[in-house]
């Protein structure tokens, strides 16, 4: 997952191939807290989503005396004894509110005589309303206080009047809030059920359906039939109790396939017989937003669909403009306000007042950010209307072909806004998107932009690069590493290729002469090299030391002596320009390999420094080392390198000279990412 505070995606034309989707954490929450409410019974939950909300229900669930192992993609999890939970605890939910809104419930329910509880998260938990919930848990004599502000987290929970809830078994909740608060209410309520039965009439307007439905289909599988009479009202029949189902699979998120579904209609080409395949979830799903791709073949996306899998391709282009109630698909119908930026007409969304109270006010921030990309933006309480960018619509400084914008897209901490908007990448305009906080996917998708890059494909040439030449010992590699860690880039440390590709060829057995250089290489393009901080992998084997030695050094000598390896290897560096960006460290990565890179920095440092920083690694690496000797040898490799007939050490005629004598790798890191940030279009000093 990304943690770095912004990702720069490149302009994006095309999409193929196949996608595995990580489970539901509408239904992975559910079931783990259902799992935990069964007595003493072990469950084991297999393919659970791993991300930030369901670490703070796991988490939740320990404190609370829940028994929990895991073994590869299965968790199993032992019910808890609430005779044996502790007298205190204080649980930190996130902006979790598949953990918040039923934690507190069930809770509330089961803590007996002394034990107090606290229920809090961060900032946006405490200004998402918890108020109808707690209303509804107070008719039970629930004792629950709030801790800041009324009708909001945190809270604080103590154990129920067992008179008043024994009297009180029909329970009124407001449904056009949020359907968590019903599912909370529908979740707990068999604790108190051995011996009656308890009734929820629902005020008002249900919405998000769908997610009712799930929270029934899992009571069921966990032994709980609810009677369902038109959605507004529910009763839990006498005699209801929790029975672990023993096993239980998590099907994979129906939300998160929607930005593929979206994807394969924006990008891939029929005609060229791309598609986007959607493994983990299909037709038979539980989930109600997988009629997402009802409304994106409405929009003109061709869909195919079976059991488990989704397949789909660019139809209509355009995409076709519409208007649509959204209450079935909530969370989902954020893709289609996206989708709308390559619409013909204008595309509204209603019945979306639920968007008010998640992780952000999705209405205001999408129309927010719709609107910086150049799109024209209407909404009200529970609607949003986008008109995609046009020409004459929004044109003006900064604004590309069509009246589209370069734009620095701001997450609010919401995942799904990261998601959505990395849509935008397909621009007709050829511009790049930035997005901000990229971690914020990690709450349902930790993978989500790796996913995404793995089955993209960039405009011709838009792989941003960097390219980081200079002299041996002048602090490239570590140069290169901090700026790629800052960007979310690769990097490609060419002065290790040729080691690399002699240790290759060795341990294959190959010998290094020119009359095995169709199978040198061979070798060369078939490197499954990696560049992790000072580590070089190959194959998943730390090979650093290895390659370092004198036998390392020659072989490097033996194999670049070989026109075809050299052919070979400044292909393999080229193809290493893989989304989302690359950062290059070498000799000639600016005149040869990248000459076309939009910045280029040629790296220097007194002779003096190098071999300083040269005599440091080596000692530290446990070798013997002279700093005279040092010197001297750098001399040497200096005119070596500026004099050969092959591109010799020089800079780029376009290369901006970095020393780096007298600054550490933070300062020159700061000063690379500063020239790179005035060639983005996302610079004041970037735009015309």
């Known amino acids: 997952m990304y943690t770095i505070p912004f990702l720069d995606i490149p302009p994006l034309q095309g999409a193929h191939g196949v996608v595995r989707l990580p489970g539901s954490k509408s239904?992975?929450?559910?079931?783990?807290?259902?799992?935990?409410?069964?007595?003493?019974?072990?469950?084991?939950?297999?393919?659970?989503?791993?991300?930030?909300?369901?670490?703070?229900?796991?988490?939740?669930?320990?404190?609370?005396?829940?028994?929990?192992?895991?073994?590869?993609?299965?968790?199993?999890?032992?019910?808890?004894?609430?005779?044996?939970?502790?007298?205190?605890?204080?649980?930190?939910?996130?902006?979790?509110?598949?953990?918040?809104?039923?934690?507190?419930?069930?809770?509330?329910?089961?803590?007996?005589?002394?034990?107090?509880?606290?229920?809090?998260?961060?900032?946006?938990?405490?200004?998402?309303?918890?108020?109808?919930?707690?209303?509804?848990?107070?008719?039970?004599?629930?004792?629950?206080?709030?801790?800041?502000?009324?009708?909001?987290?945190?809270?604080?929970?103590?154990?129920?009047?067992?008179?008043?809830?024994?009297?009180?078994?029909?329970?009124?909740i407001r449904g056009d809030v949020s359907s968590q608060f019903l599912t909370a209410m529908l979740m707990a309520l068999p604790l108190l059920a051995a011996e009656r039965a308890y009734t929820i009439e629902v005020e008002g307007e249900l919405i998000s359906k769908p997610y009712i439905a799930i929270t029934l289909?899992?009571?069921?599988?966990?032994?709980?039939?609810?009677?369902?009479?038109?959605?507004?009202?529910?009763?839990?029949?006498?005699?209801?109790?929790?029975?672990?189902p023993g096993q239980i699979h998590v099907e994979a998120d129906a939300s998160s396939a929607s930005y593929f579904l979206a994807l394969g209609g924006i990008a891939s080409d029929a005609g060229q017989g791309h598609s986007i395949t959607i493994e983990g979830v299909g037709a038979d799903s539980i989930q109600g937003d997988i009629r997402f791709a009802q409304a994106a073949a409405q929009m003109g996306v061709q869909i195919e669909s079976g059991p488990n899998w989704l397949r789909v391709q660019r139809g209509r282009w355009p995409l076709q403009a519409i208007e649509l109630d959204c209450n079935h698909i909530p969370d989902a119908a954020m893709t289609l306000a996206v989708m709308a930026l390559y619409a013909e007409g204008t595309t509204r969304l209603t019945n979306i007042g639920s968007w008010r109270v998640k992780e952000t006010d999705r209405i205001d921030a999408m129309a927010a950010e719709c609107a910086k990309l150049g799109a024209r933006v209407e909404s009200g309480p529970d609607w949003i209307a986008i008109t995609p960018p046009a020409a004459g619509v929004n044109a003006g400084e900064g604004a590309g072909r069509g009246g589209w914008r370069a734009a620095s897209i701001a997450t609010y901490d919401d995942h799904r806004m990261a998601m959505c908007f990395s849509l935008a990448a397909f621009n007709p305009a050829g511009l790049p998107v930035r997005i901000e906080d990229p971690r914020c996917v990690g709450k349902t998708f930790p993978d989500y932009f790796e996913t995404l890059f793995g089955v993209v494909q960039a405009l011709p040439g838009q792989v941003p690069v960097i390219c980081i030449d200079g002299p041996s010992a002048s602090g490239k590699g570590s140069l290169a590493a901090a700026v790629a860690a800052q960007l979310g880039y690769a990097v490609l440390d060419s002065g290790a290729l040729y080691r690399i590709a002699g240790y290759a060829a060795c341990a294959r057995g190959i010998p290094l002469h020119a009359d095995h250089a169709p199978e040198l290489a061979q070798v060369v393009q078939e490197m499954d090299v990696a560049f992790v901080g000072e580590t070089i992998l190959l194959g998943g084997e730390d090979i650093s030391l290895k390659i370092r030695s004198d036998t390392g050094s020659r072989n490097a000598s033996l194999i670049s002596a070989i026109p075809a390896v050299r052919d070979a290897l400044l292909q393999f560096q080229r193809d290493r320009a893989r989304l989302p960006g690359l950062v290059a460290d070498g000799r000639d990565m600016g005149t040869v390999v990248f000459p076309q890179a939009p910045l280029k920095v040629f790296l220097t440092a007194s002779a003096e420094k190098r071999a300083e920083r040269r005599y440091k690694q080596l000692i530290s690496q446990g070798l013997s080392a002279n700093m005279t000797t040092l010197r001297e040898e750098l001399h040497a490799r200096d005119l070596r390198d500026s004099t050969r007939a092959v591109a010799p050490l020089q800079p780029a005629v376009d290369a901006l000279s970095l020393d780096n004598s007298d600054i550490g790798i933070e300062a020159a890191a700061r000063q690379v990412l500063s020239w790179w940030e005035e060639r983005r279009p996302f610079s004041e000093s970037s735009r015309p």
Request: charged share 20%; aromatic share 4%.
């Open 27 to 172: 239904i992975s929450n559910r079931v783990l807290l259902l799992a935990a409410l069964c007595q003493g019974a072990t469950t084991e939950v297999c393919d659970v989503l791993a991300s930030d909300d369901t670490d703070a229900m796991l988490g939740a669930l320990q404190m609370l005396g829940c028994r929990i192992e895991r073994e590869g993609s299965v968790l199993r999890i032992t019910g808890l004894q609430p005779d044996a939970m502790p007298a205190q605890a204080s649980l930190h939910l996130g902006n979790a509110g598949t953990a918040m809104r039923p934690l507190t419930a069930a809770l509330a329910l089961l803590l007996g005589d002394g034990q107090v509880y606290e229920l809090t998260g961060v900032a946006r938990m405490q200004e998402r309303p918890i108020g109808d919930l707690v209303e509804a848990l107070r008719q039970l004599g629930c004792e629950i206080e709030y801790l800041r502000n009324e009708g909001f987290p945190p809270l604080r929970l103590r154990a129920a009047d067992p008179a008043r809830r024994a009297g009180h078994t029909r329970l009124a």
């Open 217 to 244: 289909e899992l009571l069921a599988r966990f032994g709980v039939q609810v009677d369902n009479e038109q959605w507004q009202r529910f009763t839990i029949p006498a005699g209801s109790a929790y029975r672990s």
